[in-house]
């Protein structure tokens, strides 16, 4: 009786103790996650199999109240939130070389400009993108459009 109750309770500390597990560190839905529920649910069958209906009624009534207490309590004292990215990107394409290039001015593709790319203008490298068309490697050029670091180009027929 007391290696039951032994059982039990290790089988669903474990199993909680795994999807939490799953939760925090583990991102997705993962073999740990999966595994965390498989131990619960053998856990409280185990309770309802070798210790009664009755008590296997409190066994799941409990879990079901430990996993929702310890979740309800996680988000209210925010402690999901040392876990959670909180600085930001804020890098732009061409920010580190700011461009001297003006509307009209041509180039070379580079790379295949699919609608982005590479191109060369003024033996220097700088992202393009176009209008939706795709240009070829090494076709001929000319930016239409500048606004901040984007710069668009169109193929010169």
């Known amino acids: 009786m007391l290696l039951d109750w032994i059982t039990v309770i290790l089988l669903i500390g474990v199993g909680l103790l795994l999807v939490i597990v799953e939760l925090i ?3 997705g839905t993962t073999v740990v996650g999966i595994l965390g529920f498989i ?4 856990g ?25 207490v310890a979740v309800v309590y996680s988000f209210k004292t925010n402690s999901w939130a040392r876990f959670a990215l909180k600085e930001q990107n804020r890098g732009h394409v061409n920010e580190d070389t700011p461009h001297l290039l003006a509307v009209g001015e041509e180039g070379v593709a580079v790379s295949a400009l699919r609608p982005q790319g590479t191109a ?3 033996d220097r490298h700088h992202e393009v ?3 939706g068309e795709y240009i070829t490697p090494n076709t001929a050029i000319r930016i239409i459009k500048l606004n901040q670091n984007q710069i668009t180009v169109e193929a010169i027929s």
């Open 25 to 27: 560190f583990v991102p």
């Open 39 to 42: 131990l619960t649910g053998i």
């Open 44 to 68: 409280i069958w185990i309770g309802y199999a070798s210790l009664g209906s009755d008590v296997g009624h409190i066994i799941l009534g409990a879990t079901v109240l430990v996993a929702g």
């Open 120 to 122: 060369l203008f003024a």
């Open 129 to 131: 993108q176009t209008q």
